[in-house]
């Protein structure tokens, strides 16, 4: 039995800004004729199976389709000059409501859920449409009408769980399977044997073969919850975070066998609201915050959690984040380009960037100064903890490492280094601290 592990986690936590390792911009997708943010939302999936990145964004307000785009982990585009499309329905094609909500990518087919907003009905419509390969014909298998869309799981037998006012599982040929009744979930982890979905301080657990209710799982709670999420962290174990009315966010870790690993209350950042929530290849929690007012720029923050519940600095993006999605080392972002309402990013970093733990280092936080440098750069703060520092540039490699012990403070020469972006790694018994660092001649 693991034991549960209070991590406070306020407004002052530190923030880093994130520095991408490379972006890709285009000029569509989030034109002037969408007034509202919320139907501007790019999507975006890995496949670790062929090792694509896949997005998907509507090219226009009547096009009646859903451009997909596919790119290399290294930003290399994949995108033949006629790309694939998510098709949507003629009758829906000219309603500028139309969005991807989820978007899934195993064993080269993609999936998405389609949702149709009927402007001046306030009635929704739900689809969802699957494509064997990126270059092959989509083929759509499945509709459901008048049911608001939150949530679709995909695994790599092709069934599909979907979540709307109720769970509904679909075989890989469209074949209704199951439906069970579900409360206040906006997303849901799809276990080895089982699917959990919910709020706390009762997470729902679901027999995936039969869709009945088993034992449920209890997590801790500090407010009322408005909604819940939950993410896979393995076949047994997953992530959790219920939205609360207090404006705070209950999150952590729990095993279906050995229960809460790990909890911590999140306070809202002012101003915005969580947009998008990931697990990735190591475990790593991560949670984007994003502003979202209609039709302006809009900037993102980026949460980190380790497998142990460690916080990372809070990332600070100078744009929205509307997805994430990781493979490997890296983990990717999409949204709208900060102050232009007619182009969208889609943008690569290091998962060794972006989290680090801080707070296992005592006292201070150790910063890097002057930044920019020119000749020397010097760190102050160190604390004995730490047994080695390295220098990395933006694409990961290393090209300084001086192993400890150290002072208080260090400096070390960067007169040899090109202009531009790095990063300090510092290492010790206690953890591993990245400082982003910038050297101007």
């Known amino acids: 039995m ?46 670790l199976a062929t090792d694509h990145l896949y997005r998907t964004i509507l090219q226009s307000p009547t096009s009646g389709a859903f451009i997909v785009q596919s790119f290399t982990p290294d930003g290399v585009d994949l995108t033949p000059p006629e790309p694939a499309l998510f098709p949507v329905p003629i009758a829906f094609a000219d309603f500028h409501g139309n969005q991807i909500i989820r978007l899934s990518a195993i064993n080269d087919e993609l999936a998405a859920v389609v949702l149709h907003d009927i402007f001046g009905a306030d009635t929704f419509d739900l689809n969802w449409s699957k494509v064997q390969t990126v270059n092959g014909e989509p083929v759509w298998l499945v509709g459901s009408g008048s049911k608001a869309m939150h949530d679709m799981r995909h695994d790599s037998s092709g069934t599909l769980v979907l979540l709307t006012d109720a769970l509904r599982s679909y075989s890989p040929t469209g074949w209704p399977i199951g439906v069970i009744p579900t409360d206040r979930a906006s997303r849901m982890a799809l276990l080895e044997n089982s699917l959990v979905l919910g709020v706390a301080p009762s997470i729902a657990r679901i027999d995936r073969t039969t869709l009945t209710a088993l034992t449920p799982i209890t997590v801790p709670s500090s407010g009322t919850a408005v909604s819940g999420v939950c993410q896979a962290n393995g076949n047994t174990a997953f992530n959790y975070a219920t939205v609360n009315t207090n404006g705070t966010i209950d999150l952590g870790l729990a095993d279906i066998g050995s229960g809460l690993v790990w909890n911590t209350v999140v306070t809202v950042p002012s101003g915005t609201e969580p947009t998008a929530y990931h697990v990735d290849e190591q475990g790593d929690f991560w949670i984007a915050f994003s502003h979202i007012e209609a039709g302006l720029s809009a900037s993102g923050l980026l949460y980190g959690f380790s497998p142990l519940g460690a916080p990372s600095p809070v990332g600070s993006y100078g744009r929205s984040i509307d997805d994430i999605a990781s493979g490997g080392a890296h983990l990717f972002l999409t949204g709208r380009q900060a102050g232009d309402m007619t182009s969208t990013y889609l943008a690569a970093f290091s998962t060794e960037f972006t989290m680090g733990s801080p707070s296992a280092m005592p006292g201070a936080m150790p910063e890097p100064f002057p930044n920019p440098a020119s000749q020397t750069l010097s760190i102050n703060n160190v604390t004995r903890e730490v047994e080695s520092i390295s220098v990395k ?27 531009g972006a790095y990063f300090v790694r510092l290492d010790g018994r206690a953890g591993t601290t990245t400082l982003p660092f910038q050297v101007s001649h």
Do not use: C, E
């Not at 407004?11 to 007034?35: K, R």
């Open 2 to 47: 693991f034991g549960a592990m209070l991590v406070l986690f306020g407004p002052a936590q530190s923030q880093i800004p994130l520095i991408p390792m490379w972006v890709h911009v285009d000029q569509f997708g989030a034109g002037s004729w969408y007034p509202y943010s919320d139907q501007m939302r790019t999507r975006i999936a890995f496949d």
């Open 393 to 419: 540039d933006a694409m990961g490699r290393t090209l300084k490492r001086v192993a400890g012990p150290f002072g208080t403070t260090i400096n070390f020469s960067v007169a040899d280094l090109a202009p």
